[in-house]
């Protein structure tokens, strides 16, 4: 059973991001502030959910939270200021179009940097512990996941539309064979080292 806040008496949102260990495509983060009595027996941290049940929840957390938005932090960027910091970055936007602004922040893993000097703590695989984080993941990985099948139309020989982007055999295999696109993070090591794009 997740607990549905850590401090009660504040507006608190959850933050979490998908798509760090990806190769390709840009890192997602979602923030969300639920109504304090919000439950869902099925609400859990999104990578323990089929895509069919996430999809189900995206529905019921947009209908119900009180605000929620969604970032997406693109290739440019993660190669400029690095993945986890790139991670940081879109959870700081999507907390700061939350509308009401919160003044308690949730935020999944262990790096955080403040926003607008919002108190915050940092909950190690809070997506599943906290009602708020877990949803949180769960719009973050659903919006990145339909990012990355509609940019698989441009280029279906990385079958993005099942490995979003993460650093699958089929889509090493695909790099090897046709190399990189611009939706590629340039400051990944793309291939193992013993293995070469293309001449």
């Known amino acids: 059973m997740l607990t549905p806040y850590i401090s009660p008496a504040r507006i608190e949102c959850g933050t979490d991001e998908a798509g760090r260990g990806c190769l390709a495509g840009p890192v997602t983060a979602a923030a969300v502030i639920l109504p304090k009595d919000f439950a869902h027996p099925m609400l859990n941290d999104s990578k323990q959910l089929s895509a069919k049940k996430r999809e189900y929840l995206k529905k019921v957390i947009e209908n119900e939270a009180i605000s929620y938005a969604v970032v997406h932090v693109m290739m ?117 080292k013993q293995l070469s794009f293309p001449l």
């Not at 280029?155 to 295999?173: L, M």
Request: net charge positive; proline share 7%.
């Open 76 to 192: 440019e960027e993660i190669d400029t200021m690095n993945i986890l910091w790139a991670s940081v970055a879109a959870m700081q936007r999507a907390i700061r179009k939350l509308t009401p602004t919160p003044d308690f922040i949730a935020v999944d893993g262990n790096r955080f940097k403040p926003v607008d000097d919002i108190p915050y703590e940092c909950v190690i695989k809070g997506d599943g512990k906290y009602v708020h984080i877990a949803a949180a993941s769960i719009l973050a990985k659903t919006y990145r996941d339909a990012f990355m099948k509609r940019i698989h139309e441009e280029h279906p020989e990385y079958q993005w539309d099942r490995n979003k982007g993460y650093p699958t055999k089929a889509h090493r295999k695909a790099l090897q064979e046709f190399g990189s696109t611009p939706y590629h993070r340039s400051s990944f090591q793309l291939l193992p």
